[in-house]
């Protein structure tokens, strides 16, 4: 890995985001130069991108691993996370209708199982930039919420592997399962917990300007809603990983 690549690939794209923010800026203030801003939303695609291939360059570059395949990988889990994003396979919590329940982290748990943490976390990466710039949701910060959720479910599941995973054989591979799904909940109920914690409470775009005070209280039903997402998504990513290596007859990182 080049982290100088990565470096600059990530401020590319945070260019291109603040461009974007201008943009927008420049559509409800100056009127009179529309014709100039309306053509940055355009520059600020070329900079997403542009950002996305030198992060990527860096990540793989100078390795002997088979660039295009990994590339090719997170491609393809990306296009269908963030199809999944934009189909209409969402549904409310019934207990906080603001909070939505979908489907759309499967296939990155999925391809983190298949192919290891660093294409797992290039994919999640990848997703919130595309989000960033086709469908940032209510919140033009949305993505890098659910970015912070994503990796912290992740996370979870990569400390089971790496250190318990030793202790489970194949034919144990539900406990496994279990486990995973129960750290990976815990990570992400807390890291995010922490997350709305600390940026709800900020005015738009980053946050929605929730007081402190209305804010407390809302944090256990916000967890409730983290915890019951990652208990139907890590399992079915781990569903989804197997049979993915069954029809391709290719190993998974989660059994190396």
Do not use: C
Not at 143 to 168: D, E, M, Q, R, W
């Amino acid at each position: 890995m080049n982290p100088n690549y990565v470096f600059s690939g990530t401020l590319i794209a945070a260019s291109g985001y603040l461009v974007r923010l201008i943009a927008s800026l420049g559509n409800l203030v100056w009127d009179s130069l529309a014709y100039i801003w309306d053509f940055l939303p355009y520059v600020s695609i070329l900079l997403y991108f542009l950002g996305i291939i030198t992060a990527l360059y860096g990540i793989f570059g100078g390795r002997k691993w088979i660039e295009s395949k990994k590339i090719a990988t997170i491609s393809i889990f990306t296009a269908l996370s963030v199809a999944l994003v934009l189909s209409p396979a969402k549904f409310p919590a019934p207990y906080a209708p603001f909070l939505k329940y979908q489907i759309w982290e499967i296939p990155i748990v999925a391809a983190f199982l298949l192919y290891g943490p660093l294409v797992g976390v290039a994919t999640s990466i990848m997703n919130t930039i595309v989000l960033l710039v086709v469908y940032p949701g209510d919140l033009p910060t949305g993505p890098l919420y659910n970015l912070a959720a994503v990796l912290s479910t992740l996370l979870g599941i990569y400390i089971i592997h790496k250190f318990a995973a030793g202790y489970f054989s194949k034919q144990q591979e539900n406990i496994l399962t279990a486990f995973s799904t129960a750290l990976g909940s815990i990570a992400r109920v807390g890291i995010m917990s922490i997350v709305n914690w600390a940026f709800l409470r900020y005015p738009y775009p980053v946050g929605f300007n929730i007081p402190v005070e209305a804010l407390t209280p809302m944090l256990p039903t916000i967890a409730i809603f983290n915890a019951t997402l990652a208990l139907y998504t890590i399992p079915v990513g781990y569903f989804v990983s197997r049979a993915v290596s069954f029809g391709t007859n290719t190993s998974r990182w989660s059994q190396r």
